[in-house]
């Protein structure tokens, strides 16, 4: 039976994947929640939006004959992750994680571990600096209990409401970012704080360096715990788990 892949995208591994599987011919949809107006195109069919929780990710694996499920979700989509691991034990189908491992800290870097967003807001609860909050846009308002601090906040999309910072800016861009860009960036607003989650890869990762570069102390906040699953770091480690690898050719009689 031929593979018909669901990838739970949104990262910059799920784009490497769909072209991956696209140039070996293998079928599959990538799947976005519809956080950004306008997702990145992918060389697969896409669909967006949630499934209705476990239930109806369930249903959709089953109604679309899905064979297998790659959660290549960002680390902090923990939801959807969790949700991943319990439709696909319901529904009988494999599931791998496509993910990457988190940053860590290297010589120069002045990071403050936090466990999640309340606890880089509690963080913030100092005299006021110029913060850079590049943590997008969903948990904005929770740091709103701070306003006595500048915020440079990087978005994907333009707010679409009053943000409740008396003093901020927004660039509104959406990554993989260079670190010459974000030095730049970081000069201009004169930043002196950064609050970032420990997002891991390349697409985000500029910002740290440039941190660094520049001797800013950083609030690192640390990923969810995520459930236990089959995990691969690139997709040729997928294309193995699909048994899609390359034959090994050596002492194959080819017949040429
Ligand atoms: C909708 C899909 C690709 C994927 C690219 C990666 C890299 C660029 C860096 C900063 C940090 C942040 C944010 C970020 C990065 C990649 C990757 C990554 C961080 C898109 C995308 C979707 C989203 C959702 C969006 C969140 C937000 C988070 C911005 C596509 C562009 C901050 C995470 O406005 C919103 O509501 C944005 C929401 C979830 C986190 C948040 O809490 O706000 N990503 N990002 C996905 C969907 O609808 O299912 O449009 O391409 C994807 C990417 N964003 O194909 O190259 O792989 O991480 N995304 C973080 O890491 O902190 C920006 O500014 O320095
Ligand atoms: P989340 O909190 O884990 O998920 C919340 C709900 O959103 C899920 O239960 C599901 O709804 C829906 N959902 C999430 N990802 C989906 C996907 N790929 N396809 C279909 N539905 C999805 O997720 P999140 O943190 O909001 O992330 C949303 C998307 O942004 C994901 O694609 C993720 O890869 C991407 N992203 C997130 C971050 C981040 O910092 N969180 C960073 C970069 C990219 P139902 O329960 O209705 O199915």
């Known amino acids: 039976m031929s593979a018909n892949l669901l990838v739970l995208g949104g990262t910059t591994e799920a784009t490497a994947l769909c072209r991956t599987l696209s140039d070996n011919a293998i079928c599959g949809v990538v799947s976005y929640a519809g956080r950004v107006e306008k997702p990145v195109q992918q060389p697969l069919p896409q669909r967006v939006g949630g499934f209705g929780g476990v239930a109806g990710l369930v249903a959709y694996v089953r109604a679309h004959g899905v064979t297998h499920v790659v959660d290549a979700t ?54 006021a600096a110029r913060v850079m909050l590049a943590i997008g846009r969903m948990h904005l308002n929770d740091f709103a209990a701070h306003p006595q601090h500048f915020y440079l906040l990087r978005l994907v999309d333009a707010p679409d409401s009053v943000l409740p910072f008396p003093d901020h800016a927004v660039v509104q861009a959406r990554g993989p970012f260079t670190v010459a860009d974000d030095l730049a960036l970081m000069r201009h607003h004169k930043i002196d704080l950064l609050v970032s989650k420990n997002a891991g890869g390349a697409g985000a990762a500029a910002k740290i360096a440039a941190a660094r570069r520049l001797g800013l102390p950083v609030i690192m906040i640390d990923r969810p715990a995520l459930p236990d699953r089959l995990e691969a770091h690139t997709p040729q480690e997928i294309l193995a788990w699909l048994g899609h690898s390359k034959p090994d050719l050596a002492g194959t009689d080819l017949g040429v």
């Open 74 to 127: 960002h680390p902090f989509a923990a939801q959807m992750s969790r949700n991943a691991v319990s439709a696909c034990a319901e529904a009988g189908v494999p599931l791998i994680a496509l993910t990457r491992a988190p940053w860590q800290a290297q010589s120069g870097d002045r990071w403050t571990h936090v466990p999640d967003i309340a606890g880089a807001v509690s963080a913030l609860k100092r005299p």
